[in-house]
């Protein structure tokens, strides 16, 4: 109920979990080298991501402008590229951007020095404060388990699997065996 | 017989381009121009208490959407030169979506299931065709849709059907653990077996 | 999925090729795939004209009844573009179609053994260009028509590929030992009479037949049906959509031998009745009647072309998987209205399947292999080869998630990977478990084919395709 006041309070929540939107401009002229260091991060590994345990999901986008639908009386152009960056995450955003602007800081520099006017180096504090002045509001979040925390639906997901191979080999084990199997298998 | 879990998924994360590709798991980011009026309506979609929950809902069942969001963008964050000062014409509407399954079949889904509800978010943005047909409908998906650059997910191969089943599965197999190490062998392959029958919904 | 009726559409059945809408393997004993290459567009077009006044069609069969032989023709892409079909054309035709089979082996589960570099010779290369398909009453008829289509080919300067002879086997099983091929899509305007089962379900316990759009282009599908205006599915560019529609050839080999062996161990292992767990895997008995409604023994008799044979749904009358288990092939391959919403996340999904076995039984009691060929020549047609064909093999078959089955992929077809499946025990019956298997059906080769209406397969020969 307290996270039911709580989402309703915070649009960006869904339960526990925090959406963060933020929309960052480009230099211009450095559009492609953005992309190219984007494109190589996940190159050997699932990429930086990984080593902040609390997200669920998160891209980078690279937007070149709106587009214009031919129903459109004018268009409404952004003027310069623009870079977004999502991610879902585990609770508190606060904590979230700490971890983010020092703990991927070899990444965070070499992405956000791209973007203009942002922190030389785009780290630390002074990242965190810029990324916060370019977040977007969300209207609506929603998730399809959003209770569950990242370390939560790994262990779900191993202990089902478990769970699916011991009642696979079920049939040819004796009950002490399966019994010992499912103390030591299922968690 | 032998006892192997397949190792490699299926590749069922087809119809998008690879930038949007995570494993299982695809990216959908989209924005679309919205019309005057949906800066009105917009807002009160996100949070009336029967609009939005109800598509919701369908998402819900769907069940192959692990998170969404839509955000109603009026002004951009200005940082200074050279950042050009833009004023915006329009809102626009950005949604992106976290999935799995086939683009095609997601887009299907889209029309088919969530016909009202797609108008209720989308029937303010220019150009928007209706959710059927299909056609126009995913033409307009595709002229709108941007390719992600780097694309995250903590469990790749996992789907969201998966980890919904997973979650319910949870309290039935702690029930059994609490009672297992005080069981007779007899008494808990008994109990494994209700377990089996309680959870084949979820196993 | 609008209930409003449409506008009656007739469809031009003399301008359509005739193994489409009429199942020939029921009207004929024989049947041979004949693959041609074409090195030389003019000589490939002056061989098609010959043809096109002999292609059979869809048109009623005259009072003399069904003729002594039918021939049916399709075009691979690369077969289009030796007969010199300008690019700006073949352009208009759907990706897949163009890429090909071999293209989307990976999509497939088409890995492995069943990788098209081990495909046989001619197949997945773009050697294959012609498909003439020659359905015969029996072995002279079909010898007959085949030294005629040698003869003109080689007089032609064309070559031969590969040819493939199939045939039905008694009482129309498939090698497994399956009664196969019932449960076809019901057509508006051709086969209104098999909606019930065949169609589409309808909230209200009736059914309708699907547009014909859906199987033969250029003219109104699904998607129509709802469109304020009209709009006719995607198709080539005239004159080659009109009355044309795209086919899917597979060539799958069974191993006959490890599936019995399979089954009869599990059956033993898990204490089954091995008739059921047979039942169990494919979702109907060895004589076809569906476990839906027949789900504890197998009938007497059963004729699964008897009207209602087909009239069964899965969540209204076994929404658990109590009966017909979640994962059996025939509930995965045709959910029906399995996937809840009312069927309306599987009704673009249908293919209109015409497959055929190939190569001698293995004797009945054999649980060895004897290193022979058999199996299935996988036959299907649809409009949209990426939305039908593919949804099914990729979304359906080889992934289990739509389902609530994680990654179980059909037991029977198993793939590079091996099929596992869950069958539902109804309380305070316990699940069982079958686990992944070796693969019981590898693909030995296969090309996606077009085939184009008569008007379009005239213009094909004549060069004027746009």
């Not at chain 3, 091929?181 to 089962?197: L, N, S, W």
């Amino acid at each position: 109920m307290l996270l039911d006041l709580a989402s309703i309070r915070d649009p960006n929540r869904a339960g526990q979990a925090y959406a963060l939107t933020f929309l960052c401009p480009i230099m211009p002229g450095h559009e492609d080298l953005l992309r190219d260091e984007l494109e190589h991060l996940g190159a050997d590994g699932p990429g930086p991501l990984a080593r902040l345990p609390r997200t669920h999901f998160g891209r980078w986008v690279i937007c070149p402008d709106f587009v214009t639908d031919p129903a459109q009386p004018h268009p409404d152009s952004l003027g310069c590229e623009y870079l977004i960056f999502t991610c879902c995450i585990d609770g508190d955003p606060d904590s979230y951007l700490d971890a983010l602007c020092t703990e991927l800081a070899p990444e965070t520099r070499r992405i956000w020095r791209h973007c203009i006017n942002a922190p030389d180096p785009a780290e630390g504090p002074a990242l965190k404060a810029y990324l916060q002045h370019n977040q977007i509001r969300t209207g609506l979040f929603y998730s399809a388990y959003p209770t569950t925390t990242v370390p939560d639906v790994r262990r779900v997901l191993g202990q089902r699997s478990a769970l699916r191979r011991l009642a696979v080999d079920a049939p040819d084990l004796s009950p002490a065996e399966l019994q010992q199997r499912f103390l030591a298998e299922v968690r | 017989m032998s006892v192997a879990t397949p190792t490699s998924a299926p590749t069922t994360a087809t119809g998008t381009r690879g930038g949007n590709v995570d494993g299982q798991a695809i990216a959908i980011t989209v924005f679309s121009t919205v019309k005057w009026w949906g800066r009105v309506v917009l807002p009160f979609v996100f949070v009336a208490p029967k609009v939005a929950p109800k598509t919701l809902t369908t998402l819900q069942r769907l069940s192959f959407i692990h998170f969404a969001r839509w955000s109603l963008i009026t002004q951009i964050p200005h940082n200074g030169a050279p950042q050009p000062e833009t004023k915006l014409r329009y809102p626009h509407l950005y949604f992106e979506s976290n999935f799995n399954g086939g683009w095609e079949e997601y887009i299907d889904a889209f029309s088919h299931i969530l016909t009202t509800g797609m108008w209720t978010f989308w029937g303010s943005s220019y150009g928007f065709p209706k959710a059927l047909p299909t056609g126009p409908f995913k033409a307009y998906i595709k002229a709108n849709e941007m390719e992600a650059s780097h694309f995250y997910s903590a469990y790749p191969e996992a789907t969201t059907t998966e980890i919904k089943q997973a979650i319910e599965l949870d309290p039935m197999v702690a029930e059994l653990r609490e009672r297992a190490d005080r069981m007779t062998p007899e008494e808990f392959a008994t109990a494994f077996a209700e377990l089996m029958s309680e959870a084949q919904r979820c196993c | 999925m609008a209930t409003a009726a449409p506008e009656a559409v007739r469809i031009d059945l003399g301008d359509v090729q005739g193994d489409i809408l009429r199942a020939y393997g029921n009207a004929y004993e024989r049947t041979t795939y004949v693959f041609v290459g074409i090195d030389e567009p003019g000589r490939g077009r002056e061989w098609l004209h010959g043809l096109v006044d002999r292609v059979t069609t869809a048109a009623p069969w005259a009072d003399a009844g069904k003729p002594a032989h039918a021939m049916n023709v399709a075009f691979t892409a690369a077969g289009l573009r030796a007969l010199g079909v300008p690019d700006r054309v073949l352009r208009t035709f759907s990706d897949e179609f163009l890429q090909g089979m071999a293209e989307r082996a990976g999509l497939l589960g088409d890995t492995g053994d069943a990788a098209p570099a081990r495909w046989e010779r001619g197949f997945g290369t773009g050697e294959a260009h012609v498909l003439v398909t020659i359905n015969a009453l029996g072995p002279t008829e079909l010898d007959a028509a085949l030294a005629e289509l040698r003869t003109e080919v080689v007089r032609h300067g064309l070559q031969i590929v590969s040819e493939q002879p199939a045939q039905l086997l008694p009482q129309s099983r498939e090698h497994f030992g399956f009664a196969d091929g019932f449960a076809q899509p019901a057509v508006e305007g051709v086969t209104d009479d098999k909606a019930v089962g065949g169609g589409v379900p309808l909230p209200h316990g009736t059914w309708r037949a699907l547009a014909p759009g859906e199987f033969i282009l250029g003219y109104p599908d699904e998607d129509t049906r709802v469109d304020p205006k009209r709009r006719l599915p995607n198709a080539p560019a005239a004159p080659l959509g009109k009355s044309g529609t795209y086919m899917v050839w597979r060539k799958l080999h069974q191993d006959v031998a490890l599936f019995r062996r399979t089954v009869r161990d599990a059956a033993q292992r898990l204490d089954r009745d091995e008739l059921l767990l047979r039942a169990k895997i494919v979702g109907r008995w060895d004589d076809g009647a569906p476990l839906v409604t027949h789900p504890d023994t197998q009938p007497d008799e059963f004729d699964g072309r008897a009207e209602g044979a087909n009239d069964f749904l899965y969540e209204r009358a076994d929404g658990d998987g109590h009966r017909c288990p979640l994962g059996a092939h025939i509930r995965r391959s045709n959910p029906r209205d399995a996937l809840g919403f009312e069927g309306r996340l599987s009704f673009r999904h249908r293919i209109i399947r015409r497959g055929m076995p190939y190569g001698d039984p293995l004797p009945p009691d054999a649980l060895a292999d004897d290193g022979a060929d058999r199996g299935l020549v996988f036959v299907c047609f649809n409009a949209s080869i990426s939305r039908q064909f593919e949804g099914i093999q990729v979304q359906w078959l080889n992934d289990g998630n739509i389902f609530g089955l994680g990654h179980d992929r059909d037991y029977l077809l198993g793939g590079t990977n091996g099929g596992s499946m869950v069958i539902q025990g109804r309380p305070p019956d316990p699940p069982c478990y079958l686990a992944p298997q070796g693969p019981f059906v590898t693909t030995r080769a296969g090309e996606y084919l077009f085939v184009p209406g008569i008007t379009a397969l005239a213009a094909i020969a004549d060069g004027v395709t746009g």
